[in-house]
């Protein structure tokens, strides 16, 4: 594991330094497909040693889309998580669910930005439980890989979440924010839920 991750470092290194031959300027996503598809692919075969070898920290989330029907699925069918905090909540939220969490979305490093450009969060600065106002928006109403990992999620669980492109804006990028091709890493809380034909949360 080490080994791959040592050659995946520098292979993204090597790709972040190019530039355009004709302007001298460095870009900043170049190469951005082949990172992206390389770096998930890394990250499930990494995550499944963590669950062969016992970690309950790290899980697989197969994307809500796909039928049970006893077939592998790709690489790239699953929702990588890893479990911070375990909230004291028992049931999860139904795809036809309404929710209130607080998250914060970045892109992976890039050559301006080595934690990850932040597209975008439902707080200001650093997170403080206190002052903080969840988004609330309806389950059905975002990406597959965001939906399928909070239908795993009870009150209370602060979780990372890594969700391949296929599961999020695959080939189409969201105006300048969100390039096409990119894995979305979320730091998500999971504050709330309710049914939206009672009116009342559970």
């Known amino acids: 594991m080490k080994i791959r991750n040592f ?6 290194l090597l790709s972040l330094v190019a530039c355009k031959e004709e302007d001298d300027t460095v870009e900043e996503f170049v ?41 592998a699925l790709d690489y790239c069918d699953y929702v990588v998580a890893e479990k911070l905090e375990e909230g004291d909540g028992k049931t999860s939220p139904l795809l036809s669910d309404s929710v209130e969490v607080h998250y914060e979305g970045r892109l992976l490093p890039s050559l301006n930005y080595p934690l990850g ?14 002052i903080a106002s969840p988004a609330k ?8 890989g965001f939906s399928s990992v909070l239908m795993r999620m009870h009150r209370g669980d602060h979780w990372r979440v ?18 096409a091709y990119s894995t979305l890493i979320f730091d998500l809380r999971l504050e709330d839920f309710w049914r939206k034909t009672q009116g009342d949360r559970e």
């Open 117 to 130: 450009y932040v597209f975008d969060k439902s707080y200001t600065g650093t997170f403080d439980s206190v």
């Open 7 to 12: 050659i995946w470092c520098g292979l993204a």
């Open 137 to 144: 928006f309806a389950l059905k109403g975002v990406v597959v």
């Open 31 to 71: 190469n951005w497909q082949a990172t992206n598809d390389q770096y998930f692919s890394n990250l499930v075969e990494d995550t499944q040693e963590r669950v062969v070898a016992g970690d309950k920290s790290w899980s697989l989330i197969p994307a809500y889309t796909k039928p049970n029907t006893g077939y």
């Open 162 to 179: 890594y969700i391949p492109y296929q599961l999020g804006y695959n080939n189409s990028s969201t105006s300048s924010v969100i390039p």
